[in-house]
């Protein structure tokens, strides 16, 4: 990849007293990639996010987030990342139109907050409060509130996480379309098809440690490459594309 890097994380270790949760992870980002962190639950991936948000202290190792250092210039960093709040980040009885200017209030500036919804298909909700919404609508909202701050660089932990199928291929929409306008995105997430799909690389990190970073093609060819054969035939559509084919695309939200 010739693009130039944007983040860059060096020996990142971070403990909680005796324990080690992450044990000296190194990798970068270029500017533009959507770059997934990839493990079982305990593995370390949020904890490596929540440094990289500046919402976590680390314990050692050097981070660099868009040309800036954790340790020197925090302030600089979240003025240029986008980080997706869960449930609990958001007043449940204000209306989307509120939410967005009392975040936007926070950042210091102004944004046309119908156009953001736009964005993220979510105009015909404007006036909606926020615990109204589907499972969907919310994981596009929180997404929405990413983008307030036009940031270089948007961290996603677990963005699809049990929505159906229609709200799940909806969302890796709105992600690439969200990187096709340049902005790097780093996300979490533990369904497999997704970073095939949305990823340009992906890390696996295990017990704390990066255990691969490649490629999601390229880990494929290297495992059939070392002899690996699935026990049953692999077809050319999965059951979420029939769910798909036979139900549609559209989101069926109220």
């Not at 379309?177 to 497999?192: F, S």
């Not at 026990?231 to 050319?236: D, G, L, P, Y």
């Not at 769910?243 to 989101?251: A, H, M, P, R, V």
Request: aromatic share 8%.
């Amino acid at each position: 990849m010739n693009k130039p890097l944007i983040i860059s994380v060096e020996n990142l270790i971070k403990k909680y007293d005796d324990f080690e949760a992450v044990k000296g992870i190194s990798f970068e980002v270029h500017e533009g990639e959507i770059f997934g962190l990839l493990g079982p639950n305990g593995a370390g991936k949020t904890t490596t996010l929540e440094i990289m948000e500046t919402l976590r202290d680390k314990t050692s190792g050097k981070i660099s987030i868009g040309g800036y250092d954790l340790d020197q210039s925090p302030n600089e960093i979240k003025h240029i990342i986008g980080v997706q709040l869960q449930a609990a980040g958001y007043y449940p009885n204000l209306n989307l139109i509120e939410l967005i200017d009392l975040f936007s209030g926070l950042y210091g500036i102004k944004v046309n907050a119908l156009e953001l919804l736009r964005k993220v298909s979510l105009t015909e909700k404007a006036k909606a409060k926020y615990k109204e919404l589907s499972g969907g609508q919310k994981q596009r909202f929180s997404i929405a509130t990413t983008l307030i701050n036009q940031p270089k660089i948007i961290f996603l932990d677990e963005p699809t996480t049990g929505l159906d199928p229609q709200a799940r291929r909806n969302l890796w929409d709105l992600i690439l379309e969200i990187r096709a306008t340049g902005t790097t995105i780093v996300l979490t997430t533990h369904y497999m098809d997704e970073a095939e799909v949305l990823c340009d690389r992906v890390a696996f990190i295990d017990n704390g440690q990066i255990i691969g970073i490649n490629s999601p093609d390229q880990f494929v060819d290297d495992l059939v490459a070392s002899g690996f054969e699935r026990k049953k035939e692999v077809k050319k559509a999965n059951l979420e594309d029939v769910f798909i084919s036979l139900t549609g695309k559209d989101l069926r939200e109220s």
